[in-house]
């Protein structure tokens, strides 16, 4: 009698224990998966600015000038790497106010190889320094992009000087405004979402979607661009002298490594390896391809003759477009956008410039201003479920939402015109800062003998 006692209490401790470990909140881990496609695609976002930025854009200019834009795009990348583990993460993905966020993460405090980031599953996480990482990748592709509206004349002091007020007061406030919540686990009910939401960027709460950069990127760079070349003036010889580039070659290289590594810029934006990166995947391939030849196109019709430099830039212009689409359009709408991006973009970079006369020198703005609002109110059209979009997630119903074109529109509407103000502002009050201090411009001399030899004592090209 007393074995089958201590054999019944035994069964009874046992199924005690078992009871309070299936009890345990067992602590997420992060996706190993999810983890590799991270980190590969901020090696290929890596990639799209050092070299293809750098060579897109340096053989658009004259060869005196090749070595100065590949500086510039190269110590811009370094230098905003820096400012973005020194404080730039925590101003833009802690939680704050609705435009910053806070200072509980400079010099990266409190991230460990342990410390998680979420996804947008709800459990599914990658590791911190993963995503600290990537969107490092796009912190220094940003002030990248805005050079090609001034190349040939910009002091490289300058350059650095107006990067690191940009990008503290234009660059972070966007992110943070676009891209920070609290990520879809605190989305349980419909209570606990509208807190949520309460503490996320203010264009989060606007509902604006951009899955990978139209606002923040794009836009963001272009209209600083604008800015820039209009304060800085044109190029010494515009619209009497032919300012060519002087390899099509190497922009042709460059604009090929930008369609690869942008793979990563979209696809890595999803944090996931899960079938929606796939759609992404093909909506970044297809969009591409369409606007090259819409551009290539529309070239041909206009000018007689369709162009190597054309069809690059037709791509990268499907490039931008689809970026802040990339995760709610259906293929087909993604080649709508690029049939669209590729003919706008063309019109903005020839008629557009032609009759405002802005020296635009490589069209940072007539490709990644014009086509990122493009892209970004198309959005809501090409999102819309009747249209082969996905539509929006609700994270509390657990499933896609009802889906309200107009008011997706509207939200759209708020994205862009946030994103165009705010940097037109910031970017004119930092361009005069830094004409106050080191000065914009280089001398004609300067100027006239290439900023190569003059801002750098080198030369690209020893013939």
């Not at 499907?318 to 802040?324: E, F, K, Y």
């Not at 165009?420 to 004119?428: E, G, L, R």
Request: with cysteine.
């Amino acid at each position: 009698m007393n074995t089958v006692l201590r054999s019944f209490t035994t069964l009874l401790l046992l199924g005690s224990s078992a009871l309070s470990f299936a009890d345990e909140v067992v602590a997420p881990v992060a996706n190993k998966g999810d983890t590799a496609w991270v980190l590969i695609s901020t090696i290929l976002v890596i990639l799209m600015i050092i070299p293809g930025l750098a060579l897109f854009y340096g053989g658009m200019v004259r060869a005196k000038n090749m070595l100065s834009i590949l500086m510039q795009v190269f110590v811009i990348f370094s230098m905003t790497a820096i400012l973005w583990a020194i404080y730039g993460y925590s101003v833009a993905f802690t939680e704050g106010n609705a435009f910053f966020g806070g200072f509980s993460k400079v010099f990266l405090a409190g991230i460990t190889p342990d410390s998680l980031a979420a996804t947008f599953s709800k459990g599914v996480y990658i590791p911190e320094y993963a995503y600290v990482a990537f969107q490092l990748t796009f912190a220094a592709i940003t002030p990248a992009i805005i050079i090609g509206s001034f190349a040939e004349r910009i002091k490289f002091s300058a350059v650095l000087l107006f990067t690191a007020i940009w990008f503290t007061f234009s660059y972070l406030p966007l992110a943070h405004m676009v891209w920070y919540w609290t990520g879809p686990d605190a989305y349980i009910d419909a209570s606990a979402a509208e807190a949520a939401t309460a503490t996320a960027g203010f264009l989060f709460q606007k509902s604006a979607l951009d899955f990978a950069g139209g606002s923040v990127v794009h836009i963001n760079a272009g209209v600083a661009g604008l800015i820039g070349s209009l304060l800085i003036g044109k190029r010494i010889g515009f619209g009497r002298e032919a300012l060519t580039p002087h390899s099509v070659t190497m922009t042709m290289i460059g604009a090929s490594l930008l369609w690869v590594g942008w793979f990563g810029f979209n696809v890595g934006s999803n944090l996931e390896a899960n079938g929606l990166a796939t759609l992404v995947f093909i909506n970044t391939l297809l969009a591409t391809a369409a606007a090259t030849l819409s551009w290539m196109g529309a070239e041909w019709l206009m000018r007689g003759k369709p162009s190597m430099l054309g069809a690059a830039s037709g791509g990268i212009s499907g490039l931008v477009a689809i970026t802040p689409a990339c995760g709610w359009s259906g293929p087909m709408g993604a080649i709508f956008l690029g049939l669209a991006s590729g003919t706008v973009c063309f019109w903005a970079v020839t008629m557009l410039k032609a009759k405002l006369k802005y020296d635009d020198s490589l069209d940072a703005f007539g490709v990644h201003g014009v086509g990122g609002i493009l892209g970004a109110l198309g959005t809501a059209v090409v999102a819309n479920p009747a249209l082969g979009g996905t539509g929006v997630w609700d994270y509390v119903a657990n499933k896609a939402g009802e889906y309200n074109f107009g008011a997706q529109f509207i939200s759209q509407f708020w994205g862009v015109a946030v994103a165009v103000i705010w940097s037109a502002v910031v970017s004119y009050i930092a361009y005069k800062i830094v004409d106050a201090t080191v000065g914009l411009r280089v001398s004609e001399e300067a100027e006239r003998q290439g900023l190569d030899v003059s801002e750098h004592g080198e030369t690209a090209y020893h013939l």
